[in-house]
């Protein structure tokens, strides 16, 4: 009886293992897709860096970008920024002071220093730049989170550098091997 006992609770466990993941909500929350169609999704890290060596600060702010390369829809968000801050998230174009940067949206962080910026991103217009990177050539697009106060949009370009309070890539986007 004893080995029928567990015969049959083995049994059991199989099917609630096999069935429960039927039963699995799946999110419906904004959060669940940010608006994008699943599959079609580019995204970047950005990070607070420290700018003596560039490498990621430790539990410092950070933020994430989902791009929907189909149909051109971005949604940012970052977390751990300065409260009630006014904060514009730019195509970086290099070299300083970064003229003809692209401003792809801006918002100002909450109380809990929470910013959400959503827009339109066209790689096609995307401004680059060619960069060296371990001995290759590397054609791509930064894209930096900043003060609105340091972003000057009238000329596109940084009117101030402030790094410690900036969010940068962690990877170029939108990145090709030039040619030699």
Known sequence: MHNKSMIIIAMVAVMLISIVPVFAAKPTSPAAN????KGKNDHLYLYEKDPETWEIVEDAAWGKININVKNGKFVFNAHKLEPETDYVLICYQDPWPGTDSLL???DTSDEQGNVHIQGSIDYETLPSYV???NGEQIEGSKIWLV?????????????AWNPTEYLFEFDLINKQVVPE
């Open 147 to 159: 003060s609105a106060a340091d972003f000057d949009e009238a000329s596109t370009e940084m009117g």
């Open 34 to 37: 940010n608006g994008l169609e």
């Open 104 to 106: 792809l949206g801006s």
């Open 131 to 133: 960069y060296d990177v």
